[in-house]
């Protein structure tokens, strides 16, 4: 498992690749909210930028592959320079689909509660809409000094996830196509993904702190 | 995008309109569109549907009168959303699947709705009845409706088939493992999932692994849960000699009680490759590291024989378990399977201690991650005391440096395991991760050689090369590099912070971006770390150390480095600070740990 070389040639492929490095990339914003809530709370805001300016996710939704979006928030107190405690995670998924026969953008947010729907005629709002800030209603518990990360994975959905969103979309419980799906069935659908040459990205970007407190 | 800047947008429809309504289906308008309009959208992760515990089922007979209905070949059936414009006109029944129904001209008729709403519009009228499921009703002021109406909010477990008509669907499949083939048929309550794929390993003694066999699940029942495994096992690599059987197996029944399965009782019968240690790297790695470059990490044995478990989970990531084992353990070749990029001559398998052994364990397992896949917060903690004992055990011959002489046929040792892993945040940046594992002797006889330890190699001392210290004494010469040692301790400390520096790239090059996707890159986490391990001989005698004594720190071997992590791929130089070693540069496959 020594191989100098390897590194080499990995460096090599990097900085040998300076054209597409130009194009635009999805970006993840997290940020927070306007200080409204009780004790000065701040809800996090979670923006994905670019993601149809992208060509890997502009190109697998041309090719009918169903763009998935995994979000993972986590909530955390930071204890001033000691470890910061880790106080709970919120998970969601937008699923974003073109429908040639209709013509026709879906965007399907899938949540705890369920699932719901939109859909746009046009790739500009489509495009407009994911650009939206997604406000979450997952404030800290207690007081302190509190930030903020958001991890975010984007795959391309393989035919058999397509058919596990379409079971879960169809209500059956067994069938977690949602945040709720094993980390270890992820994994293997980003090797799969992988394997399949389908396009997989992840990105994790974290809030500015903000104090709580009476 | 404004809400309501045009008209409605009907199924089917092709081509490009100028305006259109992208609304299809929301809650009462609030969900995302309400939220629209000033570019933020308020979600709620944490919330769940307010009738997911009560209603979370739906009754035998709706679901039948559904199917009746959709599939009545004198129904108009819908996929999707569906609009029928104000001055429309529908005669008959009219079913509608995965999507809402917007009524704002006139249906006469049946109307059925699976997993959608029925809205009707201020001047529509529907006259017939109403029947929705996994929605709701939304009667708008001015609307006519003549008929009897129902709706139930729990969404309905049905799927098409090719035909187009609603069928129930056999139980969802979760992702099979990775180049595996499966099959699942149902009949009744038993499931059963015919499965054929790789052990997900390559080594020198099987080869690579092919697993065959069903599995039957008994479902259904409210306290207990049934499961069947049968496995035949194929080993590719061929062996001249008559050590190795021809094939392997396994059979394994599994009973999981109460409502929340927490207890587990299983056992097994198994004839299979075991490897002797779990380290110094993954199933997986190994299984890359021997076919690329005909590195083999692990030593094996074959074991034949019979088991039972039983474990508990007491919740809270807390489970103990403890298992009985009786089984033959004999040592087995080296093959020659094949390699990518060298084919020279494998390393030989060590002997071990033949014989028949019972092995009594109890473990105990802690996992309270946040992520298990790349945790930051919590504890991961495996550990085990097992007892061993046989009265026909055939002691390989090893010098008096590492095992006193022992009489064949008399064998009983106990030793532990512990491997505890901590994950934290110590800053928005840093993350922090330690482990601590430790395995070895504790009492009774000295142990079997499959039973021994060794440290070195890229997982928990990367500084120092493969068995580096396997506690071989001088007078042996043994070109399979055994590991001997009686105990192991080590730490580890890592620091990581995830970096901005543009990867992957977004290019549209394929073969760049195949090595991307093959290598699963990520925006890569710095990491620095730091290893101390120590492995020994314990008992009274020169180079041993007492059983009742740690070595002393001076004679531990260390290690920093730093390396990035790359998602699927990470690249780490250690540089060992004992003994005036090089540096060492090792690639991992997955996390360190």
């Not at chain 1, 509660?113 to 997952?138: C, H, I, K, M, W």
């Not at chain 2, 309504?21 to 992760?45: E, F, K, N, T, Y």
């Not at chain 2, 499965?195 to 697993?211: A, D, F, K, M, W």
């Amino acid at each position: 498992m020594r191989r100098l070389p390897l590194l080499a040639l990995v460096l090599g492929l990097v900085s040998a690749v300076p054209v597409e490095a130009q194009e635009q990339r999805v970006e993840l914003r997290v940020s927070l909210g306007p200080d409204t809530f009780p004790m000065h709370a701040r809800a996090p805001r979670v923006q994905v930028r670019n993601l149809l300016a992208d060509k890997r996710w502009s190109d697998a939704l041309e090719k009918l592959f169903p763009v998935r979006l995994d979000y993972r928030l986590e909530i955390w107190r930071s204890r001033e320079g000691w470890i910061d405690e880790f106080q709970r995670a919120a998970e969601w998924a937008t699923v974003v689909q073109w429908e040639p026969l209709q013509d026709q953008y879906r965007v399907t947010l899938l949540l705890l509660s369920g699932p719901q729907e939109l859909r746009f005629p046009t790739r500009d709002e489509v495009a407009r809409y994911l650009n939206y800030t997604y406000e979450v209603d997952a404030l800290p518990r207690g007081t302190g000094t509190f930030y903020y990360t958001v991890t975010l994975t984007i795959t391309a959905l393989s035919a058999k996830d397509i058919e596990d969103l379409e079971r879960f979309l169809a209500g059956q419980p067994t069938a977690p196509a949602g945040p709720e799906r094993n980390s270890l069935g992820r994994r293997i659908q980003q090797f799969l993904l992988r394997v399949a040459g389908l396009p997989w990205d992840e990105r994790e970007e974290r809030s500015p702190p903000f104090r709580v407190q009476p | 995008m404004k809400r309501g800047s045009g008209g409605a947008r009907e199924p089917g429809s092709r081509g490009r309109r100028p305006v259109f309504v992208a609304l299809a289906l929301l809650c009462a308008g609030a969900g995302p569109a309400a939220a629209m309009q000033d570019s933020v959208v308020r979600i709620s992760p944490e919330k769940r549907a307010p009738d997911s515990t009560g209603l979370n089922v739906l009754p035998a007979a709706i679901v039948q009168e559904l199917l009746r209905s959709y599939n009545d070949s004198g129904t108009t059936r819908i996929v999707g959303g569906f609009r029928l414009p104000a001055g429309s006109r529908l005669t008959g029944p009219l079913g509608v699947f995965r999507g809402s129904l917007r009524v704002s001209g006139e249906v006469i008729g049946r109307i059925t709705v699976i997993n959608g709403d029925l809205i009707i519009d201020s001047g529509a009228h529907v006259s017939g009845e109403m029947l929705v499921v996994g929605g709701q009703i939304l009667i708008r002021e001015g609307a006519r409706v003549e008929g009897r109406q129902r709706f139930y909010p729990v969404q309905a477990r049905l799927t098409r088939n090719g035909a187009g008509l609603l069928v129930i669907p056999p139980p969802a499949q979760t992702l099979g493992d990775l180049a595996s083939v499966r099959a699942p048929i149902t009949t009744g309550h038993f499931r059963t999932d015919l499965g054929v794929e790789t052990g997900r390993t390559y080594n020198r003694i099987e080869g690579l692994p092919i697993v065959f066999g069903p599995s039957i699940t008994r479902e259904g029942l409210r306290d207990v849960e049934a499961r069947l495994d049968l496995r035949g096992i194929v080993w590719t690599a061929p062996d001249k000699t008559d050590r190795r059987s021809e094939f392997g197996y396994s059979g394994r029944v599994e009973f999981r009680f109460g409502v929340e399965r927490r207890l587990s009782v299983s056992g097994n019968a198994y004839r299979m490759i075991a490897p002797i240690e779990e380290q110094p790297l993954s199933r997986s790695e190994v299984g890359w590291a021997g076919f690329v470059l005909q590195r083999d990490y692990r030593d094996f044995y074959q074991a034949q024989g019979a088991a039972g478990h039983m474990s508990y989970n007491l919740g809270s990531g807390l489970t103990i378990g403890t298992s009985i084992r009786y089984d033959a353990e004999r040592s087995v070749p080296a093959g020659d399977p094949i390699s990518l990029f060298r084919n020279t001559v494998w390393r030989p398998n060590p002997l071990v201690d033949d014989g028949h052994y019972i092995t009594w364990r109890v473990g105990l397992d802690l996992d309270t991650r946040n992520e298990p896949a790349s945790p930051t917060s919590g504890w991961l903690v495996h550990t085990y005391w097992e007892q061993t004992r046989s009265n026909d055990a055939a002691p390989v011959s090893l010098p008096s440096e590492v095992r006193n002489p022992i009489a064949p046929g008399r064998y009983a040792s106990a030793r532990i395991m512990f491997d505890a892993r901590r994950y934290a945040r110590i800053n928005p940046s840093v993350r922090a991760s330690i482990r601590v594992v430790g395995a070895g002797w504790i009492s009774g006889d000295p142990l079997p050689v499959q039973r021994r330890l060794s440290l070195g190699g890229p997982d928990i001392l990367p500084g120092y090369s493969f068995r580096s210290f396997n506690c071989v004494p001088p007078s042996l010469v043994d070109p399979s590099q055994p590991a001997l040692c009686d105990r192991m301790l080590a730490t580890q400390l890592e620091l990581r912070t995830r970096t901005h520096i543009g990867l992957p790239l977004s290019t549209s090059d394929p073969y760049i971006g195949a090595l991307q996707r093959l290598l699963a890159i990520r925006e890569p986490d710095l990491v620095i770390f730091g290893d101390l391990g120590k492995s020994w001989i314990t008992g009274e005698g020169p180079g041993r150390v007492p059983n009742n004594r740690l070595p002393v720190l001076r004679e531990w071997a260390s290690d920093v480095g730093f390396g990035v992590d790359l998602g699927g791929i990470g690249f780490y130089l250690a540089q060992p600070l004992t003994d005036s070693r090089p540096l060492l540069f090792s690639v991992r496959l997955q996390r360190r740990f």
